[in-house]
């Protein structure tokens, strides 16, 4: 069966950090688009940062660049969102997502593109 699992989400101050780790099952992370997103409350879903296969290209969105960083650990088949000098506006539902087709390359990071998707973690930046 293939499930996406994400957990690392929590309440932390402004300016700190998050890591965000989404575990893949029934199918290996490394072959297919995969990436993170997010929802705040009243807004759309939007990408954040994805990867595409087959060099790892990745994609971050202009509101995160410098502040995140995007992963993948092969032996774990587990992806990871680093998150460093989160500020309130980093509220959100976060998501991890992959394309049900491997090897298929993905510019960009648009949720529409991404079929298996994980149950959310909340992330909530505030003082």
């Known amino acids: 069966q293939v499930q996406l699992v994400e957990s690392g989400g929590g309440l932390v101050q402004p300016g700190g950090s998050l890591r965000l780790s989404c575990a893949a099952s029934?199918?290996?992370?490394?072959?297919?688009?995969i990436g993170w997103f997010r929802q705040a409350p009243g807004k759309e879903r939007e990408g954040v940062s994805c990867?595409?296969?087959?060099?790892?290209?990745?994609y971050y969105a202009d509101s995160v660049k410098g502040r995140f960083t995007i992963s993948r650990d092969s032996a774990k088949n587990t992806m990871y969102l680093q998150m460093n000098s989160l500020q309130p506006e980093d509220t959100a539902v976060y998501y991890c997502?992959?394309?049900?087709?491997?090897?298929?390359?993905?510019?960009?990071?648009?949720?529409?593109?991404?079929?298996?998707w994980g149950q959310g973690t909340q992330v909530t930046v505030s003082s």
């Open positions: 029934g199918f290996t992370l490394d072959y297919y688009p």
């Open positions: 990867i595409s296969p087959p060099d790892g290209s990745t």
């Open positions: 997502a992959a394309h049900n087709s491997a090897w298929y390359r993905i510019s960009g990071c648009g949720p529409d593109w991404y079929d298996v």
